[in-house]
Nanobody, 122 residues
Framework: QVQLVESGGGLVQAGGSLRLACAAS????????MAWFRQAPEKEREFVAA???????VYVDSVKGRFTVSRDNAKNTVYLQLDRLKPEDTAIYYC????????????????WGQGTPVTVSS
């Protein structure tokens, strides 16, 4: 069993930055691929970024060049740096874990966090 707890969300003006963190506990963190998803009001949840156990990284096109995913296996934590934020980035951001990036990029995951809200004002 893996427990995921996100933190770092908040209110920020357009053009600003936030750093989200997802702390994992339970089974070996380093073997899991990790991902961030988001769900905006009245929209479906969408994949944002993923990082494999070997640190291969995938981003959705809309965040490339603005968001950066990273992981620290010593701290059992995955991060999402959000820069140059736009109002359309407003959503609840979820952390997820799975054995494969393939599954994560297709919206699936073995474990999910509870989410942290990000609000970007114009």
């Amino acid at each position: 069993q893996v427990q995921l707890v996100e933190s770092g969300g908040g209110l920020v003006q357009a053009g600003g930055s936030l750093r989200l963190a997802c702390a994992a506990s339970g089974r070996a963190f380093s073997v899991y691929s990790m991902a961030w998803f988001r769900q905006a009001p009245e929209k479906e949840r969408e994949f944002v970024a993923a990082i494999s156990s070997m640190e291969d990284i995938v981003y959705v096109d809309s965040v490339k060049g603005r968001f950066t995913v990273s992981r620290d296996n010593a701290k059992n934590t995955v991060y999402l740096q959000l820069d140059r934020l736009k109002p359309e980035d407003t959503a609840i951001y979820y952390c997820a874990a799975d054995r494969t990036v393939f599954t994560l990029t297709r919206g699936g995951a073995e474990y999910w966090g509870q989410g942290t809200p990000v609000t970007v004002s114009s």
